[in-house]
């Protein structure tokens, strides 16, 4: 039991990735506290999870951010693991990008994900962990996927500039950039019928060197790995999760 005793804040935590990694935590004895933006998703993952404590809270509202950070504060006194999970994507080629649309985007992805873990290390304390996910979008130019690469990538530097200021108070900072993921929010892309989803997932799979669309649960393997003290002399690294499609490229 990797995370007996210990608290974890997943912050975009009630489907996909988050929940998966929300639920590991919880089964190797973590105390669980999750948001999401919708009521009703938070609860159904709750009733998954022992235990766990569910706020709605949008990462784009820093405000509702720094208020969840005080109601774990008040509730456990301390977080012990941060996984700052929440994003949103956006496709569009540079002719059609908006500035809403950048900013709607850069809002939850970047500047949410870096003032989210501003206040939350106020209250985690020498030995803390935190994985931030990123994306391969970051690492490869994607036509169309300049908003969110942009984003992503932006905050990937920036988390391994705070990897380095965090050191001095012992607390390792890691993140995770998943490849082409079968989550919920594949299925929920705007305009995209089930035909086009798994048109969408067959040019991926036929791009991907395993042959296969990776797992929300392998990705969550990877970040417990990255929270646990099995990492304890790793901070600072972006790990792949993405079945070789950026390394064997």
């Known amino acids: ?37 919708n009521r009703a998703t938070l609860d159904e993952a709750v009733a998954t999870i022992p235990g766990a404590s ?4 949008d990462i784009a509202d820093i405000a509702s951010t ?11 006194g301390r977080i012990d693991v941060l996984f700052i999970n929440a994003g949103v994507g956006g496709f569009a080629p540079l002719e059609r990008i ?14 949410g994900c870096v003032f989210a873990l501003q206040k ?10 935190v994985v931030v996910t990123s994306s391969i979008g970051a690492h490869g130019a994607l036509e169309g996927n300049g908003t ?5 990538a932006g905050l990937a530097m920036a988390m391994k500039v705070f990897a380095k200021e965090l050191l001095p108070r012992k607390i390792r900072l890691n993140l995770v950039s998943p490849g082409p993921i079968d989550t919920p929010l594949l ?49 600072g690294i972006d790990m792949l999760v993405d079945g070789g499609l950026i390394e064997l490229r």
Do not use: C
Request: hydrophobic share 45%.
């Open 98 to 111: 908006t500035e809403d649309d950048w900013d709607h985007v850069h809002s939850i992805n970047l500047k």
């Open 1 to 37: 039991m990797r995370f007996s005793g210990k608290v974890v804040l997943v912050l975009g935590g009630n489907s996909g990735i988050g929940l998966a990694a929300a639920q590991a935590f919880a089964a190797e004895g973590a105390k669980v506290h999750l948001t999401g933006r």
């Open 120 to 129: 939350a290390v106020r209250i985690m304390g020498e030995g803390g962990a």
């Open 66 to 76: 720094a208020d969840v950070v005080r109601a774990v504060e008040a509730a456990d």
């Open 54 to 57: 569910s706020y709605q809270s």
């Open 187 to 235: 299925h929920r892309n705007p305009g995209m019928g089930p035909e086009d989803v798994a048109r969408l997932k067959e040019m991926m799979i036929a791009n991907i060197p395993m042959h296969r669309m990776g797992t929300a649960e392998e990705v969550a393997k990877a970040v417990l790995f990255l929270a646990s003290a099995d990492a304890g002399f790793i901070t």
């Open 148 to 152: 969110y690469s942009a984003a992503k």
